[in-house]
């Protein structure tokens, strides 16, 4: 296995060392190998807007490449013994643990964010692998007598098939070892397309896991800068039997229309627009640690951001106060520097859209507390902003933010608490701060949401199922539930054995 290649305090030699280790190729069939046509596209530090590496960019030939490459070794693959796919997961968990300051740096160089959230990234995308490397030898069916004792029932669990992954650039890593790790427990071969911002971290990840033993065919990754006209002829083909996406509900929906073609099966991650609901009664140093993890984890760039903050009357002018404080302490700075909190956004038009948003909550009666404005200079910083009284339907509160803005809405009762957290298209999750228990398992039942944070900000844990409700998507990732989106129930019936 490599060994790591950077330290946790990398200099801008450790920077270069590791971006010239990385492969840039396509992975097709075992090997890596150069887009059909000769094509590269660029991969830019957001932090800078200068170009980190130039790598190769899939065409519909290598598209179709890939697929045949899974599809042949599924038949092989599914019937491995489970044992031999966990350890290889396991060999996986090592390497990246082992490489985790290398993980950390290029998904800070690729993406942006602080390297302590990156390495906080990189343990909670290994776990992925260690989880259902546990789980792999616990795949199991059933077996009974039918009720009239005439006949028996088996019931078995067979690997879905060749699977197509597409994912987002907020978390480079986690959001593909979530998809890859359950589909090789469950035997699954995969098609993964990464998002083009941020294809690199993908990149090492397949030589680690290439390393740890993966046969070939099993993963391939085409990464392009023609994401539909890529993968739309792979959701078309017969072959293809499952398709997890994570990203936005738009592309989310139409890639749903595209797939009822083949009946295919999909497990659909998309958009959040969280509310955080914060009491009367809750424990105010809690709630606004809470708040701070829910809205400034990953930039604000993450699914599960809290998106609105809901403040009951008695205590928001206190709540509003002391998040501003918080938030005008979060240092926002390039980050591989020790003192970043917040890294840049990943790109210009996700930084003029935060623009955007703020501008017009402000334009519709917002106060603004704190920031508001773009950083000047390189790269694609943003000031933490904090807007007080936002009005009910102001824009900010319908879409999703993505960026390190706070907007803050008072109400007065628990059923208008309520009735405000539900009142979004999207269910992916939601946060509440409260002492009172009877509360907490109320708002359990009736908040409209896949995840529930109750007195934390941040629920997404590898061994608990993640996903949403709504147009937050279908299917969940991790738990126990992961490996089922991997997994076909396969009844056999079986005649009596003791009839004549
Ligand atoms: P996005 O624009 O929907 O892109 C996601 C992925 O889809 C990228 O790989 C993208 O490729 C690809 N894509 C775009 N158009 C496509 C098409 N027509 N056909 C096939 N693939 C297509 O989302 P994003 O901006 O990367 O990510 C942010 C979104 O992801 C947010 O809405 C966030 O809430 C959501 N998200 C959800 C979860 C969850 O678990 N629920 C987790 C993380 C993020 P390109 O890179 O080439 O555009």
Request: one cysteine or more; aromatic letters at 6%; charged letters at 20%.
């Amino acid at each position: 296995m490599s060994r790591a290649l950077v330290t946790s305090t990398p200099t801008p030699d450790d920077e270069r060392r590791l971006i010239d280790s990385l492969p840039t190729g396509l992975f097709i069939g075992g090997e890596w190998r150069a887009a059909s046509d000769g094509g590269t596209f660029d991969v830019l530090d957001p932090s800078t807007g200068l170009v980190l590496a130039s790598i190769a960019s899939a065409t519909q030939a290598d598209g179709a490449a890939a697929l045949d490459a899974a599809a042949d070794a599924q038949r092989a693959w599914g019937r491995t013994a489970p044992r031999e796919r966990a350890e290889i997961l396991r060999r996986a968990f090592e390497a990246v643990t082992e490489r985790a300051d290398d993980f950390a740096l290029l998904m800070t160089l690729e993406m942006g964010k602080p390297l302590a959230e990156a390495r906080g990234e990189v343990v909670y995308g290994a776990e992925f692998l260690r989880w259902f490397s546990e789980e792999t030898a616990r795949i199991a069916g059933r077996f009974a007598m039918a009720p009239d004792g005439n006949s028996r029932l088996l019931v078995m669990k067979r690997p879905v098939g060749p699977s197509l992954f597409i994912t987002p650039w907020n978390f480079p890593l986690a959001m593909a070892t979530r998809k890859i790790a359950p589909a090789i427990a469950a035997g699954c071969t995969m098609v993964l397309k990464p998002a083009a911002l941020t294809p690199l971290t993908a990149l090492l990840f397949t030589q680690v896991l290439t390393e740890a033993g993966l046969p070939a065919g099993v993963l391939n990754v085409i990464q392009t800068t023609k994401a539909g006209a890529v993968t739309g002829p792979l959701i078309q083909d017969p072959r293809l039997r499952k398709l997890s996406f994570t990203g936005s509900t738009e592309v989310g929906r139409r890639l749903i229309a595209d797939a009822a073609h083949q009946v295919l099966r999909v497990s659909m991650e998309l958009g959040g627009n969280a509310p955080l609901l914060v009491f009367d009664d809750a424990d105010l140093d809690r709630a606004v640690d809470g708040a701070m993890l829910a809205k400034m984890r990953n930039g604000g760039e993450a699914c599960t951001a809290a998106n609105r903050i809901l403040v009951q009357q008695g205590i928001a002018a206190e709540f509003s106060r002391r998040l501003t404080e918080r938030m005008a302490a979060h240092t926002v700075a390039r980050g591989t520097d020790p003192s970043s909190k917040t890294g840049p956004l990943v790109d210009e038009g996700t930084r003029d859209k935060v623009h955007e948003l703020v501008t017009s909550a402000v334009e519709a009666g917002a106060t603004l507390a704190l920031g508001g404005r773009a950083v000047p200079g390189a790269g694609y910083f943003y000031e933490p902003t904090v807007l007080t009284d936002v009005p009910a339907g102001a824009r900010i509160l319908n879409e999703e933010i993505f960026g390190p803005v706070a907007p803050i809405v008072t109400f007065t009762t628990e059923e208008q608490g309520i009735q405000l957290a539900n009142a979004t298209e999207y269910g992916l999750v939601a946060y509440a701060f409260t002492r009172d228990l009877n509360r907490g398992l109320r708002l359990a039942e009736e908040l409209e949401v896949g995840m529930f944070g109750l007195n934390t900000g941040i629920v997404s844990n590898p061994a608990a199922p993640f996903g949403g409700v709504k147009q937050s998507g279908t299917g969940r990732e991790g738990g126990i539930e992961g490996i089922e989106e991997y997994l076909e129930t396969r009844y056999v019936g079986i005649a009596d054995p003791y009839a004549p």
